[in-house]
């Protein structure tokens, strides 16, 4: 019996989502740049404006595979744990993939954390504007003052990047998997199973790409403060609290620039729902189909 393909095996998750995370990044990379600088405390054309959008694409195509496929590990192995899946006409609730994408975003943050930290700060001019020099200026602090001092800079924002990546997951996924359910039974209903058992097959990769689209642009507009306050504290010149950073920037800025960056967040992130879903299922389907 060929596999269930609305939960695939930990090799297929894992391939997949390296595969989907590398194409992203880098397809995307410059809407990400100048979303960073529209939201850095410096302002944008002092953080670069449109030149050298690609600063920082080193820490990017290092950090995406790894953890894409955190993820997706994560969150398929949850999922299949807690929800069954669909090959029986059942679909997994939201609720299963809301603590399923939580899950995953807590173990891509592991590898996606430093990263972004060390991405952000090149995009913005920091360190010379370039991934080696602001990690670099990360790792001097062990000799300077400790190893724990550097492990901390590593991971500073990781509290308000959780935060972040929580509630918008729990926004993306179930909408995207809700909308994939749809496409199934909709297929169902039209004899269209492709040769799986009772017509179980998942949807194809272009309609999974459109309803990731759709998830991710709902997701990202709503999540827009949080991502503000994250990029705010990476980029501080010195550790800062998150409580810190938002009374600031109500106290002297208003409202208004916690939606900074707001149109190209959802543009990229519509974008990249569209090409990191679609190839994520585009694989998922491809190996299904071999296995």
Excluded at 249 to 273: N, Y
Aim: charge should be positive; aromatic fraction near 10%.
């Amino acid at each position: 019996m060929a596999p269930d393909p609305t939960n695939p095996p930990f090799q297929t998750a894992l391939l997949a989502g390296a595969l989907a995370g590398t194409t992203v990044d880098l397809s995307l990379f410059p809407l990400d740049t100048l979303k960073t600088r529209l939201q850095s405390s410096g302002g944008f054309f002092p953080s670069g404006g449109f030149s050298g959008i690609y600063r920082g694409v080193g820490s990017a195509v290092v950090g995406s595979a790894p953890g894409a496929a955190f993820f997706f590990c994560t969150y398929e192995a949850v999922k299949s744990l807690l929800g069954g899946g669909g090959a029986d006409g059942h679909e997994t609730g939201p609720g299963v993939h809301m603590l399923a994408g939580s899950l995953g975003e807590v173990a891509a943050c592991s590898v996606r954390v430093p990263t972004e930290v060390v991405k952000q700060r090149a995009q913005a001019g920091l360190h010379g504007g370039s991934s080696a020099s602001a990690l670099g200026a990360i790792l001097r602090l062990r000799r300077a003052e400790g190893a724990g001092v550097m492990w901390r800079e590593l991971y500073r924002g990781w509290g308000i990047t959780v935060f972040r990546e929580v509630p918008f997951t729990m926004i993306q996924f179930p909408i995207w998997e809700g909308l994939k359910a749809w496409g199934r039974q909709r297929r169902r209903r039209q004899g269209e199973g492709g040769g799986y058992k009772d017509g179980a097959r998942d949807v194809p990769a272009l309609e999974s790409a459109v309803y990731g689209s759709i998830a991710g642009a709902v997701a990202a507009g709503l999540t827009t403060p949080l991502d503000v306050l994250k990029t705010r504290v990476m980029l501080a010149e010195k550790r800062v609290s998150v409580a810190h950073v938002f009374g600031q920037m109500a106290r002297q800025e208003g409202i208004r620039p916690f939606f900074s960056g707001l149109a190209p967040r959802v543009t990229w992130i519509s974008i990249g729902g569209f090409i990191f879903l679609g190839s994520y299922q585009s694989v998922v389907n491809t190996m299904t189909t071999i296995l």
